[in-house]
C-alpha cells in the first residue's frame, strides 16, 4: 500500500519555476532577470578567468584526488575564508576567538547557523528579518523550529531605507533576539545603509542584548571591493560584545554556485576561551547531516584567496562584473528618463549588488513576461545582471510600455 499517498502536493519554488518558464519560451528576444546569477555580456554563464586558472593549477597538480575532506572542511579554504571576511588584521583571528567551519555554500551556512541557535542560543528563539528579504530566509530557520519575525526596512513610497522604524524595531524587538542583517548588497532591495547608519544600526543591536547574525552572500559584488563590502561586519566585530554569528557564500563572488562553497563562524567576544568547543560541536552537526563537505569548490576557492597572482585576478574579476552591472542599471535608468517613462528611475543607479528592486507593480511585472518576454521575480526584483548592451533597449521601451 502507498502508505505516502496522503503526501499534499505543494506549489514549486517561484524562483525556479519562473525559469522553467524562461527555458520553454521559444521567444527570441527573452531576457531572463529571475536567478541572481552573473550573466556575460552576451547573457551567457561567466566562469571567472581566475577560477579557470585555479582549475588548470588543480589538474596539474599530482597530489589532487578525490578523498574525503575533514569534517570541518577544507583547511586552507576555511582560514582564508575567515581572512577575507573578518579582514587580514583581523583581532579576533589573532586572538583566536573565531571558530569556522566550511558549508554547503550560503544556504548550508545559514542551516548550520539555525541548527547553531537552536540547539545552544536560550535567549530567544526568534529571528528578526528584514523587510522584505531573500525569500528563502523564512523556512531555512523555522525547519529548525525557530520563529521568524520582520523588521522594517524598504520605504516603498520613498524607495529608500525606512531607518527610524527599522532602529525602533531594534528597540522593541524583545533583548537578545536574532537579527539578520545582510552585510552587503542586500537582497531583494539592492539598498544598504549608509556607514552612519551602519552604525546606529549596531550600536541598538549592543544596546538591546540582540545576537547578530552576518548573512555575506556578495562579498566583492556590491562595489566591487572585498574590504568596503566588508565593512559593516567589521565594525560589528570590532564594536558589538556579543558573540557574531557570519554565513559566507562564494556562490556569486567566485562564480562557483553550483559547487556549493561556504563557511560558517561564530565570532566569540574578547576573552573568550572556548572556541575549540564550539568547532566541535559544528563538526559534530556536519557529520550528522552530510558527513563532510564537498571538495572541489573549496579546492578552486582556496587558490583564488591565496596564490597571489590568482587573488590579484580575482579582484580584477570582481571588478568586471561589478562595472558591468553597474553599467547596466545607468544603461537602463537612462533609457527610461529618455522615454519620459513615468515615475523616477534613479533608484535602479542608487541600488548595487546583483538585484535592483524596481517598483513595478507584480500585474505590470505579469505584463512584461507575458507581452514582451521578459522574466523577472513577481514582487518587482530584476536581476540586473542579466541585462547587457543587446537587451537593455529592449527592457526599457517594455517597462515604458508596461506602466503606461
Ligand atoms: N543569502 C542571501 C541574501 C542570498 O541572496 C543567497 C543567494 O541568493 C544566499 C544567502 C545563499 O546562496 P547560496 O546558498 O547559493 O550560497
Not at 519560451?25 to 531576457?31: F, I
Not at 533583548?175 to 545582510?182: E, N, Q, T
Not at 544598504?192 to 552576518?214: S, Y
Not at 560541536?281 to 583564488?304: C, D, H, M, W
Request: proline fraction near 5%.
Amino acid at each position: 500500500a502507498n502508505v505516502f499517498s496522503e503526501v499534499p502536493l505543494i506549489p514549486g519554488d517561484a524562483l525556479f519555476a519562473l525559469k522553467s518558464r524562461y527555458l520553454k519560451d521559444t521567444r527570441a528576444h527573452k531576457v531572463d532577470l529571475g536567478i541572481g546569477a552573473y550573466r556575460d555580456e552576451n547573457g551567457k554563464p561567466w566562469i571567472l578567468p581566475s577560477v579557470k586558472e585555479a582549475e588548470k593549477l588543480l589538474q596539474q597538480d599530482p597530489e589532487f584526488n578525490h578523498e574525503y575532506l575533514p569534517l570541518n572542511g577544507f583547511a586552507p579554504f576555511v582560514e582564508a575564508a575567515a581572512k577575507v571576511i573578518l579582514g587580514e588584521d583581523s583581532s579576533a583571528l589573532k586572538e583566536e576567538r573565531v571558530a569556522s567551519i566550511q558549508t554547503l555554500s550560503g544556504t548550508g551556512s545559514l542551516h548550520l547557523a539555525a541548527r547553531f541557535i537552536k540547539t545552544f542560543y536560550k535567549q530567544s528563539e526568534t529571528v528578526y528579518l528584514s523587510a522584505p528579504t531573500w525569500a528563502n530566509h523564512f523556512p531555512v530557520f523555522e525547519v529548525l523550529g525557530l520563529k521568524t519575525a520582520t523588521y522594517s526596512y524598504w520605504d516603498d513610497v520613498n524607495k529608500s531605507l525606512d531607518i527610524e522604524n527599522y532602529l525602533k524595531d531594534i528597540e522593541n524587538a524583545p533583548k537578545g533576539s536574532i537579527f539578520v542583517l545582510h552585510a552587503c548588497a542586500h537582497n531583494p532591495t539592492g539598498l544598504d545603509p549608509t556607514r552612519d547608519q551602519w552604525i546606529q544600526i549596531l550600536e541598538a543591536i549592543k544596546k538591546n542584548n540582540h545576537l547578530p547574525l552576518f548573512d555575506s552572500a556578495y562579498q566583492g559584488f556590491a562595489s566591487g571591493n572585498l574590504q568596503n563590502d566588508a565593512w559593516a561586519l567589521q565594525k560589528g566585530v570590532e564594536i558589538l560584545e556579543s558573540p557574531i554569528l557570519i554565513c559566507q557564500s562564494f556562490a556569486k563572488n567566485a562564480g562557483v554556485y553550483g559547487e556549493r562553497t561556504g563557511a560558517f563562524h561564530v565570532v566569540l567576544p574578547k576573552n573568550s576561551n572556548n572556541t575549540k568547543a564550539i568547532s566541535s560541536q559544528l563538526a559534530a552537526f556536519t557529520r550528522s547531516e552530510f558527513s563532510n563537505p564537498p571538495a572541489y569548490g573549496a579546492k578552486v576557492v582556496a587558490k583564488i584567496l591565496t596564490v597571489p597572482e590568482l587573488r590579484i585576478q580575482w579582484e580584477k574579476d570582481l571588478i568586471t562584473m561589478s562595472q558591468r552591472i553597474y553599467k547596466q542599471r545607468v544603461a537602463l535608468r537612462d533609457l527610461l528618463v529618455q522615454l519620459d517613462t513615468p515615475g523616477n528611475w534613479d533608484h535602479i543607479v542608487n541600488q548595487q549588488g546583483m538585484f535592483s528592486f524596481t517598483g513595478l507593480t507584480k500585474s505590470q511585472v505579469a505584463r512584461l513576461e507575458t507581452e514582451h518576454a521578459i522574466y523577472l521575480a513577481s514582487n518587482g526584483r530584476a536581476s540586473v545582471a542579466g541585462l547587457n548592451e543587446h537587451n537593455v533597449e529592449h527592457v526599457a521601451k517594455s517597462i515604458d510600455e508596461a506602466v503606461r
